[in-house]
Nanobody, 121 residues
Framework: VQLQASGGGSVQTGGYLSLSCEVS?????????IGWYRERPGQQRELVAK????????AYAESVKGRFTISRGSIENTALLQMSDLKPEDTAVYYC??????????????WGQGTQVTVSS
């Protein structure tokens, strides 16, 4: 199983970016949890947003509530993070993370590669 992250880039304060995460590598997967973490310079990795089954429960970090939106993608086993009203403090490397079930390995936590988001003032 692989988590492939895409998107990110550089914007000015108040701008918009979106990130996408695609789960691949197995013919049968159940995505129990998918979300995004970030590492800001000099800080520990922190949760940004996640979707958890059952119930598609969504959780956000307080710092991004009202500005970021996480959702399931239109393509199966993808998740989107839409980031609006971006601030310089959102500058970080963003990582996709998921708990994925496969018949071969059961439920396992996986991480995607990081993608850089830079917000300039």
């Amino acid at each position: 199983v692989q988590l492939q992250a895409s998107g990110g880039g550089s914007v000015q304060t108040g701008g918009y970016l979106s990130l996408s995460c695609e789960v691949s590598g197995s013919t049968f997967t159940v995505v129990n949890r998918i979300g995004w973490y970030r590492e800001r310079p000099g800080q520990q990795r922190e949760l940004v947003a996640k979707i958890v089954r059952p119930g598609e429960r969504i959780a956000y970090a307080e710092s991004v509530k009202g500005r970021f939106t996480i959702s399931r993608g239109s393509i199966e086993n993808t998740a989107l993070l839409q980031m609006s009203d971006l601030k310089p403090e959102d500058t970080a490397v963003y990582y996709c993370e998921g708990n994925i079930y496969t018949r071969a390995q059961g439920s396992v936590d996986y991480w995607g590669q990081g993608t850089q988001v830079t917000v300039s003032s």
